[in-house]
Antibody, heavy 120, light 110 residues
Framework: QVQLVQSGAEVKKPGASVKVSCKAS????????ISWVRQAPGQGLEWMGW????????NYAQKLQGRVTMTTDTSTSTAYMELRSLRSDDTAVYYC?????????????WGQGTTVTVSS | QSVLTQPPSVSGAPGQRVTISCTGS?????????VHWYQQLPGTAPKLLIY???NRPSGVPDRFSGSKSGTSASLAITGLQAEDEADYYC??????????FGTGTKVTVL
């Protein structure tokens, strides 16, 4: 079955970096993009950016430009999201989602989420 | 902060019909971009409920329907059931082709 499996929970200190992985299975990885979405405790969904698994093109949310990098490894069908210079307000559950992009059919498959806690 | 505005909460008795609005502008929904809807049950990842304004993925009950007009979109739930109690989010795009989520609506079944 089509699924996305994310890496485990992380605890980081302010100023550090975190890298979350998202392994895809059950579909042709390069036929879709991956969006990353985060949700702070008790808050709504925030889109972080999108990467094409076909050619690596990216589109990042303006507020995260310069702090976030999204990559893919097509040999292992895995997407990665790295966030640098972590702050306490980066504490959130981070999700990856299969996303066909602007002309696709929405974010139709989601990972289970990865909790990232930023605390001194 | 999101530029797609939803009511914070809506409620209804079992069997009733509720609607959730998603209000945008001419730079997002009104520019012709598709609207998608997601359901998030407590403690779980979001689930795609409606795509392309009004289409249901396989397995989504036909009690859920979506529509779009001008700078707004709506999600309707008919025959409300206890298991529909969840948070609902609309999603569209802006002129920089960035995805936007709505502010979210909590549906309570009375």
């Amino acid at each position: 079955q089509v699924q996305l499996v994310q890496s485990g929970a992380e605890v980081k200190k302010p100023g550090a970096s975190v890298k979350v992985s998202c392994k895809a299975s059950g579909y042709t990885f390069t036929s879709y993009g991956i969006s990353w979405v985060r949700q702070a405790p008790g808050q709504g969904l925030e889109w972080m950016g999108w990467i094409s698994a076909y050619n690596g093109n990216t589109n990042y949310a303006q507020k995260l430009q310069g702090r976030v990098t999204m990559t893919t490894d097509t040999s292992t069908s895995t997407a990665y999201m790295e966030l640098r210079s972590l702050r306490s307000d980066d504490t959130a559950v981070y999700y990856c989602a299969r996303d066909g992009g602007l002309y696709g059919d929405g974010m139709d498959v989601w990972g289970q989420g990865t909790t990232v806690t930023v605390s001194s | 902060q999101s530029v797609l505005t939803q009511p914070p909460s809506v409620s209804g008795a079992p069997g009733q019909r509720v609607t959730i609005s998603c209000t945008g502008s001419s730079s997002n929904i009104g520019a012709g971009y598709d609207v998608h809807w997601y359901q998030q049950l407590p403690g779980t990842a979001p689930k795609l409920l409606i795509y392309g304004n009004s289409n249901r993925p396989s397995g989504v009950p036909d009690r859920f329907s979506g529509s779009k007009s001008g700078t707004s979109a709506s999600l309707a739930i008919t025959g409300l059931q206890a298991e529909d109690e969840a948070d609902y989010y609309c999603q569209s795009y802006d002129s920089s082709l960035s995805a936007l989520f709505g502010t979210g609506t909590k549906v309570t079944v009375l």
